[in-house]
């Protein structure tokens, strides 16, 4: 199963060498070498990345910024290092506007709740779209009911597109934030960000873009798409859990409250008046996720070594691949065929609930996502339980989407 196929020997990636520096994709499930399509749930992790966990922790383990000693100078280097890291790779104009939190919920929870503070109140309004993961549903409803703005939820159609027409109609001077999926987590679509943004800004709206599906799959530049906060979570990039990003225009982030208060986030603190510290350090309260931040600079550079734009064209070709062998099957339903799509397939089977398709799936060692994928209304839109879903990473085969695709008919097969 593992041998690769002579397509796979043309593309440019060295897919053999990439996977041997993954050590989980050689382990064993249910007795079956593990075939990992889980991928948008959260990614594997290369030697890189494991290696510079445990470099911090076995060799200079410290608190940054504070500490005078050799130790604390080495991590606060190694900290500010992936800061820089991560700037340049998704091209901020300025490492202070690069903001480490745990993952992508807390960034847009930290872009509703102090946003509100000064931007929201009655006959406001925050529009989403109809694909938003529930991490970015949630925040704004609880900052609509607050303030006593509306949620405005702009409509997709059947093939899971945004439908565009629609969401321009729906920005009105009342809008006052836009937040957006940049990929689907549901359904794979990649939607139409750039046009988007300059649309809402022409409105006099802020826009904020969740990148969790999109930062690992394609380039992307925050300067060229003109956003005013991006985020995306780093386990979901081939980085550790824990960690995440928000990018913020430097003047949007200052004029932003703080989101929290504690330690490194403030210049001064007396009883009467506290004043706060400058960008990034005012949105990054308490002892942050150190050894994270490394090793999801760690990531980046590994990713960076690869090349992001080989990424995509390999993962296009996953995708499109697997697309034409599951279509092939009788009864199968890809849910989600947006014509611009990311490394995600979606299906349901007539008949069978998703999650005796993903049991069967696992006890031939592949691993798929069921469910609704915190989704919820993408499935009430689509008027189904939830879906089988199988995302792709770089170290994916041509032989692995083979191996599924005969793994699904034996279960299909089983459960009719």
């Known amino acids: 199963m593992q041998a690769l196929s002579s397509t796979e020997k043309n593309i440019e990636l060295n897919i053999e060498s990439i996977r041997n520096e993954f050590p989980i994709l050689t382990q064993k499930v249910n007795g079956k070498s593990l ?15 494991i290696e510079s966990l445990v470099n911090y922790y076995s060799t200079y383990n410290s608190n940054i ?3 005078v000693h050799s130790l604390s100078q080495k991590a606060t280097d190694a900290y500010e290092q992936a800061r820089n890291t991560i700037q340049k790779y998704i091209n901020a104009n300025n490492s202070c506007e690069v903001i480490f939190t745990k993952g992508a919920t807390e960034g847009i929870n930290l872009v509703a709740q102090s946003f509100t503070q000064h931007n929201l109140k009655i006959g406001d309004e925050v529009l989403i779209t109809a694909m938003e993961h529930h991490a970015n549903i949630v925040p704004w409803q609880m900052v609509c009911e607050k303030t006593g703005a509306k949620l405005v939820v702009a409509p997709i159609n059947k093939n899971g597109e945004l439908i565009f027409d629609e969401l321009k109609k729906l920005l009105n001077k009342n809008t006052k934030i836009v937040s957006v999926a940049h990929v689907s987590n549901a359904l794979g679509t990649i939607n139409p960000i750039k046009e988007i943004i300059t649309l809402a800004h022409q409105c006099g709206a802020k826009v904020l873009v969740d990148g969790c599906q999109a930062v690992q799959h394609m380039a992307v530049d925050v300067q060229d798409l003109n956003c005013d906060f991006y985020c ?48 990034p350090f005012k949105f990054e309260a308490g002892t942050p996720p150190i050894a994270e931040a490394i090793g999801l600079g760690a990531a980046i550079n590994y990713i960076n070594e690869i090349g992001i734009n080989a990424i995509e064209k390999y993962e296009h070709q996953l995708l499109n691949y697997a697309t034409k062998k599951i279509s092939e099957i009788e009864n199968v339903k890809i849910i989600g065929e947006a014509k611009n799509k990311a490394a995600v397939l979606s299906f349901v089977v007539k008949g069978i609930h998703p999650y005796d398709i993903g049991m069967i799936l696992d006890k031939q060692g592949v ?25 792709f990473a770089f170290y994916n085969t041509f032989a692995e989407i083979d191996f599924f695709i005969e793994a699904l008919k034996k279960a299909i097969k089983m459960l009719s």
Not at 251 to 276: A, R, S, W
């Open 367 to 391: 691993a798929v996502r069921t469910g609704h994928h915190c989704a919820q209304p993408v499935m009430d839109f689509y008027e189904i339980p939830g879906t089988v879903r199988a995302s």
């Open 35 to 49: 075939v990992y399509l889980d991928n948008g749930a959260t990614s594997q992790k290369p030697k890189q990345v």
């Open 232 to 279: 995306f979570s780093g386990h979901k990039i081939f980085g550790p859990t824990g960690i995440g990003v928000l990018y913020g225009k430097e003047v949007e982030l200052n004029n932003l409250p703080p989101y929290q208060g504690g330690g490194d986030m403030i210049k001064t603190v007396t009883f009467e008046k506290t004043t706060y510290n400058e960008l």
């Open 65 to 67: 910024h504070r500490g």
